[in-house]
C-alpha cells in the first residue's frame, strides 16, 4: 500500500541535498544526495511507518490517489474579495463558481 502514497523531491539549499516528502505523512521527510536516494530513502521510511502503526493498531492514512473526490469544496473568504470576484464574474457573463474554477484551473 505505501506505493499508493504521494511522493514528492525538492531541493533544500540549506541542508545541499535533495528531499523527500510524502503529502500523507506530512511529518516525514529524507534527505539524501540524489533524486533516487531522496524517493528510496521517503518510501523506506513510509514503510517502516506503516508497519509500526500496523503493530500498534493505529489506523493509517487513506493514500491520496485512493480517495473520491466530488469536486466540490467550500472556500471562505473576506466580504470585499466576495465582492470583487463577484462583480468580475458579472462583467464576464459567467458564474462566480465559472469564473473561480477557471483562475484554480490556470493556476495549477
Excluded at 505505501?2 to 511529518?27: K, N, Q
Excluded at 471562505?76 to 483562475?103: D, I, M
Aim: net charge negative; aromatic share 6%; glycine share 4%.
Amino acid at each position: 500500500m505505501s506505493d499508493h502514497y504521494t511522493y514528492r523531491i525538492t531541493w533544500s539549499a540549506e541542508d545541499d541535498e535533495h528531499v523527500g516528502l510524502c503529502a500523507e505523512f506530512p511529518s516525514l521527510s529524507w534527505l539524501a544526495p540524489t533524486h533516487a536516494a531522496a524517493l528510496s530513502g521517503i518510501q523506506r521510511l513510509v514503510r517502516e511507518c506503516l508497519a509500526d502503526m500496523q503493530a500498534t493498531g493505529e489506523t493509517a492514512p487513506e493514500p491520496i490517489a485512493d480517495r473520491s473526490y466530488s469536486g466540490k469544496f467550500m472556500v471562505r473568504v473576506p466580504p470585499e474579495s466576495h465582492r470583487a470576484l463577484a462583480l468580475q464574474a458579472a462583467e464576464q457573463g459567467v458564474s462566480l463558481n465559472r469564473l473561480v474554477s477557471a483562475r484554480i484551473t490556470n493556476s495549477t
